[in-house]
């Protein structure tokens, strides 16, 4: 009897094909100031295997929104060098092929730009329509990965970023890019070890960097058959600080309890009070990852970390114990001080749930029926950065074996979905995306 890997069954498992489809149909009102994409991607293997569920090619699912129609859907691989000419990403020299990724984690837009991005490599530059471009290195510039984590600055409309390597130091370098695409800065940052930088932090006067004791392994490299990285008890989990007035100053470390996070909600910087400036960031946070192996067999919880920059210390507090995962905001208000926050549940009650970080209090919509939401992107309703806006989340239906594309008034979750918009196919469980608005 053969067992189902668990990364390539149910709702993991790849769809075969792309396909195009127009005038879907709609449960529901969709909000007529809408206009623009849902874009989301994540791994779907077109061999239809892969040794984790991190490491398959990337498809981008998009949905295009138009005056309250759900005007089409298209699903597409993005051909990297990897999909297309089987390219690896060490050549025969030792030389790194940055080109050489799956693409497969996040999908942003950056100076006209849109950008399939995996940690690994470099970006791929999309069209319109899903086609891929090619790879996007900021006109030469940029010479390591990219992380599916940039951050956008809403004044300056600067996005920041690094990249990590995993054989030779430096093993991590801060990168800020202009609003035009002009890449403006490249620094390394001194770490100890190569370890997994997913993601970290922006707020108005700072960048926060994650390095935690999830590390390179060489042994588990060299074995094959998934994530190289493990967790390790003798490294010290520790946040960096640099202030963005002096990017290429000293970081300051303050030490944290051991942990690790694979995605930030939102950081802000905290007035002074008496004296002491303080930085305030969210994060879903799990106790340990990968010790044994790389499965994510434990849950994470939303919590808040209070950096004390006079005293040198971090505040660590829990905020739920409900388990979460992809934690987003109005990116409008990225680094500054966000009141709601937004985190996806999967199981049996899956469900959104959006937190008032001010009063500290929750409300959320459960889906019921085994329904599965993905990470829910937020669309602002109009130009009040923190107001009123919908949430849209791709949501899976085990019994019917499909997706709805799903939206949801961000300030009435309780109520339900405003429109639902049924696709003619499942979309496999992925990572992020983002609503890309008609320019």
Same mark, same amino acid.
């Given at each position: 009897?053969?067992? &189902? ?48 569920? #991190? ?123 202009? &609003? ?28 926060? #960097? ?53 995605? &930030? ?74 009141? #709601? ?89 992925? #990572? ?8």
């Amino acid at each position: 009897m053969t067992t &189902a890997i668990p990364h390539l069954a149910g709702n993991f498992a790849p769809v075969a094909d792309e396909i195009t489809a127009t005038d879907l149909p709609v449960t529901g009102a969709i909000p007529a100031e809408l206009s623009g994409w849902y874009l989301r991607n994540g791994p779907n293997p077109h061999a239809a295997a892969s040794a984790h569920w #991190f490491l398959g090619d990337g498809m981008v699912h998009g949905i295009r929104v138009d005056n309250g129609r759900a005007v089409s859907y298209r699903n597409r691989w993005v051909r990297t060098s990897t999909f297309t000419d089987d390219a690896v990403r060490y050549r025969e020299d030792g030389t790194k092929d940055y080109a050489a990724g799956v693409a497969n984690t996040h999908v942003i837009r950056h100076a006209g730009h849109t950008l399939a991005l995996v940690e690994s490599s470099l970006p791929y530059e999309l069209t319109p329509n899903l086609d891929t471009v090619g790879p996007y290195d900021f006109d030469g510039a940029l010479r390591t990965n990219m992380t599916a984590h940039p951050k956008t600055c809403p004044t300056t409309g600067e996005l920041h970023f690094f990249g990590y390597e995993v054989t030779n130091p430096p093993y991590l370098t801060y990168h800020r890019a202009a &609003a035009d695409g002009t890449l403006l800065l490249s620094r390394p940052i001194d770490v100890p070890a190569p370890t997994m930088h997913h993601d970290f932090h922006l707020t108005a006067e700072h960048v926060i #960097f994650m390095d935690l004791p999830v590390v390179f392994d060489l042994p588990t490299a060299m074995r094959g058959g998934g994530m190289p990285f493990r967790w390790r008890d003798d490294y010290a989990a520790r946040l960096g600080v640099l202030r963005r007035d002096d990017p290429h100053g000293e970081i300051r470390w303050f030490a944290i309890d051991p942990c690790y996070v694979f995605h &930030a909600l939102n950081a802000f910087d905290e007035p002074a009070a008496e004296g002491s400036a303080r930085i305030v960031l969210y994060v879903m946070r799990y106790p340990e990852l990968w010790r044994a192996d790389g499965q994510v067999d434990l849950d994470a919880t939303l919590w808040r970390w209070t950096i004390d920059l006079a005293a040198g210390v971090v505040a660590e507090e829990q905020i739920d114990d409900r388990a979460g995962e992809f934690p987003r905001i109005d990116d409008r208000l990225a680094g500054i001080d966000s009141r #709601f926050g937004h985190v996806s549940t999967r199981g049996d009650a899956g469900a959104l749930i959006r937190y008032d970080l001010h009063t500290g209090t929750s409300s959320a919509y459960e889906f019921g029926g085994g329904r599965v939401p993905e990470e829910a992107s937020f669309v602002p309703a109009d130009g009040r950065p923190g107001g009123d806006g919908y949430l849209v989340s791709y949501v899976y239906d085990p019994a019917a074996d499909r997706s709805d594309l799903v939206i949801l008034a961000s300030n009435d979750l309780p109520a339900g979905p405003v429109a639902t918009i049924a696709l003619p196919r499942r979309v496999p469980h992925g #990572f992020h995306g983002n609503w890309l608005a008609d320019e």
